[in-house]
């Protein structure tokens, strides 16, 4: 049985953000979805997230699909970089605008530098496939996300022109495409596709 794990960033994604919307339509059809709020998401500490993530990853039946936006994205890098044990692989994981140590907000800084054991090969070991939405101007990663993350770790990317941090504030409530991607119905989350 296939089962979903949404993952927030700092301070939250908000009931209007399209993470709200995806676990309410996959609630609604009937899958198996956690989207927990991590601790103190306004002073996220990285050690209590991954508590956080390692225990909603042995939690959930199967190896979930993994949907990450902002701060989560780094925290699944984070896990990553540390031998994967027994539940703690996914499906596949979605990496949604991350940001770069050179975007991130003071509050964030203790989740960087990525770490080095979080490379291709590790990525590739943590999931059966893991792909990266961003778009240029994305305020939180001035460096562009495809070449920060997307290039070093041979993740196939997805860039959204005018996307910004792939947020409300952006235009990203209800997002059919991601809908279409967690079920495995699709992939055309951006206008272009990068590997």
């Not at 970089?81 to 703690?88: F, I, K, M, S, Y």
């Not at 692989?89 to 949604?96: D, P, T, Y």
């Not at 460096?143 to 041979?154: C, F, I, Q, R, S």
Request: charged share 20%; hydrophobic share 45%; aromatic share 8%.
């Amino acid at each position: 049985m296939r089962s979903f794990l949404i993952l927030h960033g700092y301070r939250g994604s908000g009931p209007q953000h399209w993470q709200a919307w995806l676990a309410g339509r996959l609630r609604r059809a009937g899958k198996t979805v956690s989207y927990p709020p991590l601790p103190s998401p306004d002073a996220p500490v990285l050690a209590a997230w991954r508590a956080a993530l390692e225990r909603e990853l042995r939690t959930l039946p199967g190896e979930p699909v993994v949907l990450c936006h902002s701060l989560a994205c780094i925290l699944w890098l984070h896990h990553c970089a540390q031998p994967v044990l027994e539940g703690g692989r996914a499906e596949r994981v979605l990496l949604v605008a991350p940001p770069s140590e050179a975007g991130a907000p003071r509050a964030i800084r203790p989740f960087f530098p990525v770490p080095e054991h979080a490379d291709a090969a590790a990525v590739a070991a943590a999931a059966g496939a893991t792909e990266l939405v961003c778009a240029a101007d994305d305020p939180y990663c001035p460096e562009d996300a495809a070449t920060v993350y997307g290039a070093p770790l041979g993740l196939a990317t997805h860039v959204v022109d005018g996307g910004g941090h792939v947020n409300v504030e952006a235009g990203f409530g209800p997002w059919p495409e991601v809908e279409a991607w967690a079920l495995g119905r699709g992939d055309g989350l951006g206008s272009e596709e990068r590997r």
